[in-house]
């Protein structure tokens, strides 16, 4: 049974499943994982310290201002067509990513619309899958101009930058960055008019026993006043890796601790048993107006976000050897 939630001040509507609650905050996991981050601690976390992250954001930033002067980039438009192009073209410059191209028609209140995911696969020594995931998808608005430069731009310029830092990196499990389309709805949010690339890539990775391990998910992250917030229904073990990570590169106050739910393309994982985690700062006053600009975003704040996230990787990883992990 959904409950629909609100936030002050926002249009978005914010759903919550019940069977989402279970399978993101199991106490015993939860328990698990708190002491096992003690422990690390404890040792000084020599066995998941990598190498000082290199997160480039001005780089990150080029690409955001090349997807912006796209125009926007609703799914299923010539738009979307073009980042999608752009995406997989700069990712077939690096040695040793293997691109996936995943198109899929979806029925819409606009009628079926051509879509498709975009994954690049960095094999690591195990097949095991840690996935870093965004949607690239702008909003579609009939009456003003929309480029999403943080809604949608932030996070496939993010991911374009991980993919060329991690390129270089070796890794125990095998990494994914995955592209989603058709994150945004087409008119109203509802469960059917959403989320469209997430929910098709979870269905097929289940049907086929191929969920990954865990999924570290994205969002509206470029804001030049950064403030993150802990989304409330991500497995709590996963969150508290990425904020640990955060505050010992000196990130803190841009993690902040009270917890906001929202739902975004972690929720078709979380629903199959995924642990995910959701990165979001839906405390963004140009949130689908025509001032969601280049200049509301900033590569300081695709720096923090990029750093914490590679410093985060290999503890996630550890973990999850730890662990065995969870479906």
């Known amino acids: 049974m959904a409950r629909r939630l609100q936030r002050p001040g926002r249009r978005r509507q914010l759903r919550v499943h019940d069977d989402v609650l279970r399978r993101g905050r199991p106490q015993a996991v939860r328990a698990r994982g708190r002491a096992l981050l003690l422990g690390l601690a404890l ?11 290199a997160f480039d954001g001005k780089a ?3 690409d955001l201002e090349r997807l912006v002067a796209i125009g926007p980039r609703p799914a299923g438009s010539p738009g979307g067509q073009r980042a999608r192009e752009y995406i997989v073209g700069e990712l077939k410059k690096l040695a040793g990513v293997q691109v996936q191209l995943k198109p899929f028609d ?3 209140p606009h009628g079926r619309l051509s879509m498709a995911n975009i994954v690049a696969v960095l094999p690591g020594r195990r097949p095991d899958v840690v996935m870093v995931a965004g949607h690239y998808d702008t909003k ?10 943080n809604d949608g731009g932030s996070s496939t310029a993010l991911l374009l930058e991980l993919a060329r830092r991690l390129a270089t990196r070796p890794r ?6 995955v592209w989603f389309d058709g994150e945004e709805a087409r008119e109203s949010w509802t469960e059917r008019d959403s989320l469209y690339g997430s929910r098709r890539l979870a269905a097929e990775l289940a049907r086929a026993k191929r969920l990954p391990r865990a999924l570290i998910l994205v969002d509206m992250i470029g804001d030049r006043d950064l403030n993150i917030r802990r989304e409330s229904y991500s497995a709590p073990w996963l969150t508290d890796i990425v904020w640990d990570a955060a505050a010992r590169l000196g990130y803190g106050r841009h993690f902040l601790r009270d917890p906001m739910p929202v739902e975004d393309d972690h929720v078709p994982f979380l629903k199959l048993g995924v ?3 959701l990165l979001i700062d839906f405390d963004f006053p ?3 107006t025509a001032d969601d600009t280049l200049d509301k975003v900033s590569a300081e704040s695709l720096t923090i976000v990029g750093n914490v996230v590679l ?3 290999p503890s996630v990883e550890h973990y999850l050897s730890r662990e065995g992990g969870r479906r």
Do not use: Q, S
């Not at 040792?43 to 992250?53: H, I, T």
């Not at 125990?172 to 960055?177: K, P, V």
């Open 140 to 149: 579609y608005f009939k009456d003003f101009r929309f480029v999403g430069a």
């Open 286 to 288: 140009p949130w689908h």
């Open 311 to 313: 410093e985060a990787l």
């Open 106 to 108: 979806a029925e819409t």
């Open 43 to 53: 040792l000084g976390g020599a066995a998941v310290v990598a190498a000082e992250p």
């Open 60 to 62: 990150a930033f080029r």
């Open 275 to 277: 642990p995910a985690t």
């Open 172 to 177: 125990d499990y095998t990494h994914w960055l």
